[in-house]
């Protein structure tokens, strides 16, 4: 099992550079779209949506991210208030509230509030900032992940939330705080990351951007224990489904944007 996850990571990995640093801004748009459909598809199969209602889904939601791209309009500050209702709101009281059902109706509307504005991050700081500087953002999910990892692994005793993920900790999460600050530090002294200006932008950034992802990864895990499902999805050998890998980077993503469209 082990091998074979590490397999399907890196092979992953080689392939998020390859789009990322080596195909068009076409091509880039098109394969981070088709990485949000699989993971809506995921989530609207979980809660049985029938073929011709995940059809009606799909055809809906890239209607309004095709829409957006052509609108003559910026459409950047409804986006960031999007974002911030939806991970600063309305996810953290469902992980309060911890609803044992969701409506069809309402996971329609979580698919447009995640995905929409992570594809509009995604592509928005791509064309921005360039390849390396969205590397640099879509790694703070995976560095804060890794800390909360090895860290609650070896030191976690208390649980962050029991109900929802009986294996996070918050030694982990704390851990991974760290480790994220460190590494936006890191970026800071070395001018390698144009989004954070001074340490107190690191500081700022670090904080708001890992509580995300972790509200992010617990969302996802409540939104499968709702629909009484242990993965997403089974596309990837070793990882479950899209949805599984991606849920604290397009909080990220998204907050990400946010906090950057509120810095220009």
């Known amino acids: 099992m082990l091998k074979q996850r590490i397999t399907t990571a890196l092979l992953l990995f080689i392939a998020c550079i390859g789009v990322i640093f080596y195909t068009s801004p076409a091509a880039f748009a098109a394969c981070s779209w088709l990485m949000c459909l699989v993971a809506i598809y995921e989530l609207t199969k ?3 949506f029938t073929n011709i209602e995940i059809l009606f889904s799909t055809v809906i939601i890239t209607a309004i991210a095709i829409s957006i791209s052509y609108l003559n309009y910026d459409v950047s500050q409804i986006i960031r208030i999007a974002v911030v209702a939806m991970w600063c709101f309305i996810v953290p009281l469902t992980l309060i509230f911890t609803p044992k059902k969701f409506t069809k109706v309402i996971i329609f509307s979580f698919a447009i ?4 504005p992570a594809y509009y991050a995604l592509t928005v700081l791509h064309a921005l900032f360039g390849p390396w500087q969205l590397i640099s953002i879509m790694a703070i999910a995976w560095v804060a992940d890794t800390g909360a990892y090895f860290v609650g692994k070896k030191f976690g005793k208390h649980k962050l939330a029991k109900k929802i993920s009986p294996g996070k900790s918050i ?14 530090s890191a970026l800071h002294y070395f001018n390698l990351a144009y989004y954070l200006p001074t340490y ?3 500081f700022k950034f670090a904080i708001i951007v890992t509580v995300i992802s ?3 990864d617990l969302f996802e895990s409540w939104l499968k224990r709702v629909a009484d499902v242990k993965d997403s999805g089974s596309i990837l050998p070793g990882h479950g489904g899209v949805f599984d890998r991606i849920d604290s980077l397009v909080a990220v993503l998204a907050i990400s944007f946010a906090i950057i469209r509120g810095m220009i």
């Open 200 to 202: 107190h932008h690191v």
């Open 113 to 116: 509030l995640i995905f929409i």
């Open 46 to 48: 979980m809660y049985k």
């Open 214 to 216: 972790i509200i992010g």
């Open 171 to 184: 030694e982990g999460a704390i851990g991974g705080l760290i480790l994220v600050i460190a590494y936006l």
